[in-house]
T-cell receptor, first 115, second 116 residues
Framework: GENVEQHPSTLSVQEGDSAVIKCTYS??????FPWYKQELGKRPQLIID?????GEKKDQRIAVTLNKTAKHFSLHITETQPEDSAVYFC??????????????FGSGTKLNVKP | NAGVTQTPKFRILKIGQSMTLQCTQD?????MYWYRQDPGMGLKLIYY???????DKGEVPNGYNVSRSTTEDFPLRLELAAPSQTSVYFC???????????????FGAGTRLSVL
């Protein structure tokens, strides 16, 4: 099955700096790549996603890039704020029979934004 | 809409006990999932369902069972609880992929389970 690797496991940045989190995947059939933010004790919340036919997507301070050839995708957060501190998960999804989408998650990156 | 609702929020079990984690969604989604999240790790798929009456195993199904008698409900059953099943369990649902509907997953708030 699909294998998703995520780096780094922890990331500490100064408020206002940028943060970049990278993920690689193994199955070229993966066609959808969401990113989730999980605050302590809370459920994962979708923050941005990208489909395999798109190379880049931006939403205010958050952007995601996808390189299908190299099988990697990245989350970019600019002008970081203390409230960006959380654990971020990447995922890769494969559409199988019955149009069902299996999601494979990275192991998470704990982002700490220092004021 | 309530979205995806999980109960209970917390539970402590003794080794060998059994319990059912409840999950219900009111978005009329066909697809439902159960994940476990161990400390410092990502989510691992336990079981999934593509519709009422249809379930299938995910990556880590051993020690668990599921049923899907209705579109709304997808309970997860633990038989003979073991310490290795101490984890946070998330239920999720998503619409069927179409040109209009995105395959976004909606998560419940989670059930924190400890087996002692």
């Amino acid at each position: 099955g699909e294998n998703v690797e995520q780096h780094p496991s922890t990331l500490s940045v100064q408020e206002g700096d940028s943060a970049v989190i990278k993920c690689t995947y193994s199955d070229s059939a993966s066609n959808y790549f969401p990113w989730y933010k999980q605050e302590l004790g809370k459920r994962p919340q979708l923050i941005i996603d990208i489909r395999s036919n798109v190379g880049e997507k931006k939403d205010q301070r958050i952007a995601v890039t996808l390189n299908k050839t190299a099988k990697h995708f990245s989350l970019h957060i600019t002008e970081t704020q203390p409230e960006d501190s959380a654990v971020y998960f990447c995922a890769a999804s494969i559409t199988g029979r019955n149009n069902f989408n299996k999601f494979y998650f990275g192991s998470g990156t704990k982002l700490n934004v220092k004021p | 809409n309530a979205g995806v609702t999980q109960t209970p929020k917390f539970r402590i079990l003794k080794i060998g006990q059994s319990m059912t984690l409840q999950c219900t969604q009111d978005m009329n989604h066909n697809y439902m999932y159960w994940y476990r999240q161990d400390p410092g790790m990502g989510l691992k798929l336990i079981y999934y369902s593509v519709g009422a009456g249809i379930t299938d195993k995910g990556e880590v199904p051993n020690g668990y069972n599921v049923s899907r008698s209705t579109t709304e409900d997808f309970p997860l059953r633990l038989e003979l609880a073991a310490p290795s099943q101490t984890s946070v369990y998330f239920c999720a649902s998503s619409p069927e992929l179409t040109n209009l509907a995105k395959n976004i997953q909606y998560f419940g708030a989670g059930t924190r389970l400890s087996v002692l």
